[in-house]
């Protein structure tokens, strides 16, 4: 099974290429998820929602339908191990994990987050406290990509997040691997020129579409990694004007997956 989706969707810049003109902002869940059966929800990296928050989520959604949150930043850029910061993570997840709905956490690790044997702790630590929850790891720093971090995810049942980035010194390269039952890959975009300059009047780094032939080299990976699990989750980061959910769709006719019928939308408008 292939999952495919975007990262967040929630854009005032998607009324247009994607969402039709007019949507109420609190309406595009409900016409994403009949468009696509996967999210991934990244306001949890800038701040903990109340329960209610994803409550509301979760109803906009149909049954069968899949999250996958991202971790706080504290957890990640600050590397805090705090009791009570995942104690309201936790808290903000019930609503989806009673549901169903919650099929892991993703951590995105900064570049400065080399591989060491402290990092290495931390990722124990963080697969502890998220439990049976299914837990992703991203690296942005190309330090950790070699053999023993792989066998080394395997052995704590952490799952590696594979990444489509621009190919930078530095950077993680366009490597697909599964360390755990679930596969997942994240597409950034290839935008060298804003990459480090974004935030800093340098342009979004994540302003980059796709061609079919860049894509075409990924959908290859994606059947290898789907050949080798029971399920693959595929995101879409560039998410600047739309673009996420046009590589999206595009994606999905490459891999020759089902388009879900768009069913009536009343009062989305």
Request: glycine fraction near 6%; aromatic fraction near 14%.
């Given at each position: 099974?292939?999952?495919?989706g975007?990262?967040?969707?929630?854009?005032?810049?998607?009324?247009g290429?994607f969402?039709?003109?007019?949507?109420d902002?609190?309406?595009?869940?409900?016409?994403?998820?009949r468009?696509?059966?996967?999210?991934?929800?990244n306001?949890?990296?800038?701040?903990?929602?109340?329960?209610?928050?994803?409550?509301?989520?979760?109803?906009?959604?149909p049954?069968?339908?899949?999250?996958?949150?991202?971790?706080?930043?504290?957890?990640?850029?600050?590397?805090?191990?705090?009791?009570?910061?995942?104690r309201?993570?936790?808290?903000?997840?019930?609503?989806?994990?009673?549901?169903?709905?919650?099929?892991?956490?993703?951590?995105?690790?900064?570049?400065?987050?080399?591989?060491?044997?402290?990092?290495?702790?931390?990722?124990?630590?963080?697969?502890?406290?998220?439990?049976?929850?299914?837990?992703?790891?991203?690296?942005?720093?190309?330090?950790?990509?070699?053999?023993?971090?792989?066998?080394?995810?395997?052995?704590?049942?952490?799952g590696?997040?594979?990444?489509?980035?621009?190919?930078?010194?530095?950077?993680?390269?366009?490597?697909?691997?599964?360390?755990?039952?679930?596969?997942?890959?994240r597409?950034?975009?290839?935008?060298?020129?804003?990459?480090?300059?974004a935030?800093?009047?340098?342009?979004?780094?994540?302003?980059?579409?796709?061609?079919?032939?860049?894509?075409?080299?990924?959908?290859?990976?994606?059947?290898?990694?789907?050949?080798?699990?029971?399920?693959?989750?595929?995101?879409?980061?560039?998410?600047?004007?739309?673009?996420?959910?046009?590589?999206?769709?595009?994606?999905?006719?490459?891999?020759?997956?089902?388009?879900?019928?768009?069913?009536?939308?009343?009062?989305?408008?």
């Open positions: 099974m292939i999952l495919i975007t990262s967040g969707y929630s854009f005032p810049d998607w009324v290429p969402y039709p003109a007019g949507i902002r609190s309406r595009m869940l409900d016409y994403y998820a468009q696509f059966t996967a999210v991934e929800v306001a949890t990296y800038y701040r903990i929602p109340p329960p209610s928050t994803m409550f509301a989520m979760e109803r906009k959604t049954p069968g339908f899949e999250f996958v949150v991202k971790a706080n930043q504290e957890m990640t850029h600050s590397q805090s191990l705090d009791p009570e910061l995942y309201s993570f936790h808290r903000a997840l019930d609503p989806l994990r009673m549901a169903g709905k919650l099929s892991g956490v993703i951590a995105q690790f900064p570049y400065a987050f080399r591989s060491s044997v402290p990092g290495e702790a931390l990722l124990r630590s963080m697969k502890r406290r998220f439990g049976e929850i299914p837990f992703f790891v991203e690296f942005r720093h190309a330090s950790w990509i070699r053999e023993e971090t792989f066998r080394f995810l395997e052995s704590q049942g952490i590696y997040v594979s990444v489509d980035e621009p190919n930078l010194p530095g950077l993680v390269p366009p490597i697909a691997r599964a360390t755990e039952s679930i596969a997942y890959v597409l950034h975009g290839r935008n060298k020129e804003n990459w480090w300059g935030g800093h009047g340098g342009g979004d780094r994540y302003d980059y579409l796709y061609s079919e032939e860049e894509l075409k080299e990924w959908a290859q990976k994606i059947r290898d990694l789907s050949a080798q699990t029971p399920k693959t989750f595929v995101f879409f980061n560039n998410c600047h004007v739309g673009q996420a959910a046009t590589n999206a769709r595009l994606m999905r006719r490459l891999l020759d997956l089902p388009e879900p019928a768009l069913a009536d939308l009343p009062g989305l408008l």
